[in-house]
């Protein structure tokens, strides 16, 4: 039962240099969500996801990018990286049915720009 | 004005003792609250969903007061394993930001000895 997988689990970054976050769940959940945690801090939304080829900006989305092909992956890009994108990154998905809203988090991916 | 707002602590109690937190909302459309548990340096986890009647799990008592729009948990009998960061959650469906789940700081427990 894999739930909310994520990858890398850890990565270092240069200024300027781009990734992608990798997130899959196999709960056939409608809804994804990309979230940022910066130290000592709560989750910021950074773009969320309703269903394949549907995805929305959240409080956050400057300097990043998702897209949404499949119902199971919602990478996260980040084009030009900066020291501010220093964070913590989790993906989350749920079930879209009336009154149910627990989000599954993934593990998380340690991010560092330098 | 933070939408979500709680105590950061931390709390360090000792084992067997009763903790409270407490949370206060800013947004009176918000619609269903809860308490989720991270541990260190991993993913949050639902812990448990608040009612407006008051609801209980075992040793965790959850309460909603819509009115003074505040929130709380309480934690009795603490357990060494009950040491985490204990988050409150708001949920508003409105347009524009449906669907979304807005996250407080969160609220630091160690539980000792």
């Known amino acids: 039962n894999a739930g909310v997988t994520q990858t890398p689990k850890f990565r270092i970054l240069k200024i300027g240099q781009s990734m992608t976050l990798q997130c899959t769940q196999d709960?056939?959940?409608?809804?994804m969500y990309w979230y940022r945690q910066d130290p000592g801090m709560g989750l910021k939304l950074i773009y969320y996801?309703?269903?394949?080829?549907?995805?929305d900006k959240g409080e956050v989305p400057n300097g990043y990018n998702v897209s949404r092909s499949t119902t199971e992956d919602f990478p996260l890009r980040l084009e030009l990286a900066a020291p501010s994108q220093t964070s913590v990154y989790f993906c989350?998905?749920?079930?879209?049915?009336?009154?149910?809203?627990?989000?599954?988090f993934g593990p998380g991916t340690r991010l560092t720009v330098t | 004005r933070k939408e979500v707002e709680q105590d950061p602590g931390p709390f360090n109690v000792p084992e067997g003792a009763t903790v409270a937190f407490n949370c206060t909302y800013s947004?009176?459309?918000?619609?269903?609250f809860f308490w989720y548990r991270q541990d260190c340096r991993k993913e949050p986890k639902l812990l448990m969903s608040?009612?407006?009647s008051g609801n209980e799990d075992g040793r965790f008592t959850a309460q909603l007061n819509r009115a003074s729009q505040y929130i709380s948990l309480l934690i009795r009998d603490s357990k060494l394993s009950d040491s985490a960061t204990y988050l409150c959650?708001?949920?508003?469906?409105?347009?524009?930001?449906?669907?979304?789940?807005?996250f407080g700081s969160g609220t630091q427990l160690t539980v000792l000895p």
């Open positions: 947004n009176s459309a918000s619609q269903s």
């Open positions: 608040v009612y407006s």
């Open positions: 989350a998905s749920r079930t879209d049915g009336q009154g149910t809203y627990e989000q599954y």
């Open positions: 959650v708001s949920y508003t469906g409105s347009s524009g930001s449906a669907r979304q789940l807005t």
């Open positions: 709960m056939n959940h409608n809804y």
């Open positions: 996801s309703v269903g394949a080829g549907i995805t």
